[in-house]
C-alpha cells in the first residue's frame, strides 16, 4: 500500500474515460447491482495501479476498502486503503472528489476500527466540502448518516431531534429523495421514542408513514 503513495499521474486519456465512467456509475451498481459493483473497483484500482492516479482513484481507493472490509472481511487492509485514500485525494487536491471520499472513507470504512464517536465531526466536514464543490449528492450523504450514528451511539434525543428538523431541510433543499426517505425513517423513529406519535410500536408519524411507504418500496 505505501507504493501507491507513489505512483505517477495517468496520462492515458482512454484510461481516465474509464476511471469517469466506472466512478460515475458506481452507486447505482451498489444499489442495484451489488454482485457488479466489486468487479468495477477492482478495474478502477487496476486501471490505477497500472497507470498512474487519476483524480478518480482516491474514491476507488476508498470503495476498495469498503469491499474489504464489508465483505471480505479484510479490515485492517480495508482501513489502509481508506487512509491511502485521504492522503491520496489531499495529494492530488481532486476537489470533486474530496466528499464522496471523505463519505467513504468515514461513514462506511472507520467504524470498523475506530468509535463512532470520533466520525461524527468528520462527516460534518465532509458534507461542507460536498457543498463547497457542488456534490451534492455526497453533501447528504454525511448528513444522513450523521444522524444516524449519533443515534446509535447514543446521544441525547432532546438534542438530536432539534438536529434532525434542521438536517432534513437541509436535504431537502439539495432535492435529495432517496436518501432523505432513508432519513425519514430514522427520525421518525427518534419522534417516536421523543413520544410525538399516538402508537410508538409503529413508524407511522409526522414524518414517515410505514404503511403508505411501505407499498412505494414494493412498486
Known sequence: IKELDNLPLMTDPFKQAAMRILTSVAYAAYTAVPKLFPLMVFKMVLLSIKHGNALESPFAYSLYGLVLCGKLGDIDTGYQFGMLALRTVER?????????????????????????????????EAYQRGLESGNLEYAAFPL????????????????????????????????????????????????????????????????????????????
Open 92 to 124: 492530488l487536491r481532486a476537489k470533486a472528489f474530496e466528499a464522496r471520499t471523505m463519505y467513504i472513507v468515514n461513514g462506511l470504512i472507520k467504524h470498523w476500527q475506530r468509535p463512532v464517536r470520533e466520525i461524527l465531526s468528520p462527516l460534518l
Open 144 to 219: 444522513y448518516t450523521y444522524t444516524y450514528y449519533s443515534f446509535l451511539c447514543g446521544k441525547e434525543l432532546t438534542k438530536l431531534e432539534p438536529e434532525m428538523t434542521s438536517y432534513h431541510e437541509a436535504i431537502s433543499q439539495l432535492k435529495q429523495e432517496t436518501i432523505l426517505r432513508r432519513y425519514q425513517i430514522y427520525w421518525q423513529v427518534v419522534l417516536n421514542l421523543r413520544g410525538h406519535t399516538d402508537n410508538p410500536r409503529r413508524l407511522v408519524g409526522e414524518v414517515f408513514n410505514e404503511e403508505k411507504m411501505l407499498i412505494r418500496y414494493l412498486e
